[in-house]
């Protein structure tokens, strides 16, 4: 009788707390608004008429990637990436007035939105059922930058016929780890695995603080020892990019550190933009569903990759 009376209890407190969100939402937004929290990726392209294709991806250890794109043929490509717990839905989630996926489609190029392992629209595997088999999600950055970006990014390039394109990569996936960032270059076909698997560090102090917290040490330092001898993991060969790239990032940023960008920026041999954005209240997701991203972010992105991009087909 007790269990049922709390879960009695608990129902009633979640409705309340829901009737309560619902009235905020219905108050502070409009019913547009409302709509495009329940649509996917098929239904906000539908609602605001922009065309969309699917592509699937098979990395070479079997997972089964899916690909957005606003297919612009002949035009020049860009692949956006999103960050952790996140999926390609992000891009377009703030609307076409405000997303970036959208902003780059109308500024005539072909934007195709990556899907990591394990999210909402990849999770699919030739042998695995990621229901069933806990085999499926015993991966980490590590695969998804070894693996998924490789793949997805070769496709694209296959598929469009281009040698190099534009990547814009949020949180998680800017090194497909740590920093709060968005990060823009061009990779060719010549420097694929140098760039998008080869570049990447340990997790970073928020990551070593967590572990140090909430794991026992022995189990933190047993598996680094027996995969590199050594209670650290290695770093990553971060000095061997050559490709041009752009950090843009903010300090009120709880998911990421200031100190880390400023540490990445030194290392990094090609670095064309480390911009600091100066606005207190902007977080980890400003420059990404931020109202006022496009005028004060997107822009000056644009214009910075327009001087690396690669000749229209």
Known sequence: MFHLITLSNTLQLMCFFG??????????????V???????MLGLTRKYHYPLESHFVTTEDKYILRLFRLPRPKARPVFLMHGLLDSSITWLLSGPWAALGYYLYDLGYDVWMGNARGNFYSRNHTTY???????????????????????????????????KMAYFGHSQVSFQLKYWLLLLFYLNKQITYETS???????????????????????????????????????YP??????PVALYYTSND??????????????????????????????????????EARELTHKNMVELMKKYEPESK
Not at 34 to 40: G, M, V
Not at 238 to 243: G, H, Q, R, Y
């Open 19 to 32: 009737v309560a969100i619902a009235g905020y939402m219905e108050e502070k937004y409009s019913a547009s």
């Open 34 to 40: 409302i709509e495009d929290s329940a649509l996917d």
């Open 129 to 163: 059922n990621p229901d069933i088999d806990k085999s499926f999600w015993r991966f980490s950055w590590h695969e998804i930058g070894f693996y998924d970006l490789p793949a997805s990014i070769d496709y694209v390039l296959n598929k469009t016929g281009y040698d």
């Open 197 to 235: 698997s080869k570049k990447f560090r340990r997790s970073n102090d928020h990551i070593d603080a967590y572990c140090c917290h909430h794991c026992p040490l022995r189990l933190c330092s047993t598996e680094n020892l027996k995969r590199y001898n050594s209670s650290q993991p290695k770093d």
């Open 238 to 243: 971060i000095k061997n990019i050559t490709a």
């Open 254 to 291: 709880n998911l990421s550190s200031y100190k880390d960008v400023m540490h990445l920026s030194k290392e990094l041999p090609n670095v064309v933009e480390n911009h600091l954005y100066p606005y207190k209240k902007w977080n980890h997701m400003t420059m990404i569903w931020g109202l």
